[in-house]
């Protein structure tokens, strides 16, 4: 094996034998007794795949939900076994599937560590040496000698997170250990991570945070039913990755439609959302940069005059990223006709790629009750190469040196 | 399984680590806490020896029969322990197992070893008792060491397979629950051997071939009185002394390599 070279996987393939009823029983033995086959189903959750990660690289996996992608990472980490195929791992290798493996609640967080820690390879005494550090970057000296289970679930996320970046391994596995925590913690999560960067290690990365992904990644790879489908830097990989959620959004926007969401005391009814792009058209995807229209269409059953409208760009983890209403520039909607639409145009989209939700409203003067107000009206995605923060304004640059004062 | 890799660092750090939490955790919330383990075992002792001792007057020919009782609920009290909890083993770290990737045997050990520590616990009682009947202590109590090297090894090999049965088959758990309770009474535990000699010879050269009835019977023999009836005593042909040991082998083979061949699958299954 090349000595640059970490991880090699070649033409890894996995099933799983799946029970259609899960009797773990006396009876499953009959069943199989009298007939072989039934009772399971193969189900090939990994098709095929081969990659390879060199050494230092920061690797993302990325994939939806089902796409096999944890399967792989389990694999990686030696929790499965493979069916055919082969994976080569050049060093030590230390898993985060979860934090916290093997955290007991009836334990005191004390006994947890020295668990936690023997599980990551750490004997008693490297752990008492690290105590202190752990324990004051977990921010909790003071509940130390208090079981588990009296913890709250942030607390435990903290201690659990500031054992595992103990692990002096060579490879890192790291599968959505930031989909919990506050945003404090998450920011801990990424210093982290840049501390890993820096320091050389090699990491394997899944997310479904694709700003994550695209801040720290070097490459990627994009799981899709099993196979590897792109491969390359995490902004290409990024993009398949979104036109593939489009692509099964359209289909699963049909279903939802049926089922919005509406709050508000009626009068009015926001009936469906368009996102338009700069040449017109109808469109689920685009581009950061360019000029695009939200378009909500409306009725109403009663005349209403004065009234305020205002659309919401939601983000994928759900944050409010734009919220703009016609009050805040004193815009007058007028009388609402019976059926009608009405346009939000942005001359620039501001927005960094990804998946964005639309929410619409139309609300009384004073913004203080609804008329109507729908939560995931439409999905689009931005597609393009920016890299940082949810949205981008472009501010006037300018560097100058500091005068030095003389004493 | 590698033997070797049992006492790797990393191996060692975390058996010991599993054998603390167990430790810790299963007297959590009583009062009494490791009092039990030594009560649980004095207390069996006592309603068994005031209903069989006592009242059925079983073991009247036999010199001390109060000890030689304990020693062997004691045994038996063991080997129960450590196949029960050895069988709940992979089942009950289900949730480590899949989450991180370890030697999976550390897990059978570490829950077998709660029990032994447990038995020396139980046999430092026993030692007292021994005393305060004032046995005569004989050099082969020396020997003792091995009779439960002998049925550690005997408890290891049943709990590797049964852990991996359990893991498909969550069913071995009655099951075994009921083999126990038969076996207890098809072993001379709370009655002397002596009286099944009298029923039948043949029955009771049987009985002698069990590796746990062996291994009981050769403990008390060596520790407490040389009235017990022991294997090679009463079974003269040499081969068929070999019995409960080569039994021992076999399961122990069987159970490993069922073991080692299921366990790369037990993340997938459990």
Redesign the interface.
Known sequence: MNPDTAITVTNLKKTFRLPHEQYSGAKQIFVNLFNQNRGFEAQRVLDDVSFEIKKGEFFGIIGRNGSGKSTLLKILAGIYALDEGSVHVNGSLTPFIELGVGFNPELTGRENIYMNGALLGFSRKEMERMYDSIVSFAEIEKFMDQKLKNYSSGMQVRLAFSIAIQAKSDILLLDEVLAVGDALFQQKCYDYFEEIKRSGRTVVFISHDMGAIQTFCDRAILIEKGKKVAEGKPVEVIQEYNEILSASDTFRQELEDTSLLHIGVGGAEVLRAEVINSSGKVVKKVSEGEPFTVRIHYRTSKAITGSVLGIGIMGDRGQSILGPNTKEVSFDAGTLPERGFFEAKFSTNPLSPGTYTLRAGILNTSVTIPYDLVENLAKFTVVGNRRYGDIYIEPAWSNHPTEAKKQ | MNVANIFS??NR??L???V??DF??RY??SILGYLWSLLKPLLLFFILYMVFVRFLRFGADVEHFAVYLLLGLVLWGFFTEATVQGMHAIVGRG????????PKYIIVISSTISALINLVINLLVVFVFILINGVDIKPTILLLPFNILELYVLALAVAFFLSAVMV????IGYVWEVILQGAFYATPIIYPLSMVLEYSPVAAKIMLLNPVAQIIQDSRYNTITRQTITTDSLIANPWAVAIPYIAILVLAAIAGIYFRKNS??F??NI
């Open positions: 660092r990393r750090i975390l010991r680590e599993l603390i939490t810790k955790l959590q919330g949730d480590m197992i899949r989450k991180i990737n370890f498909k088959y969550r069913d790369k699958y993340a997938e």
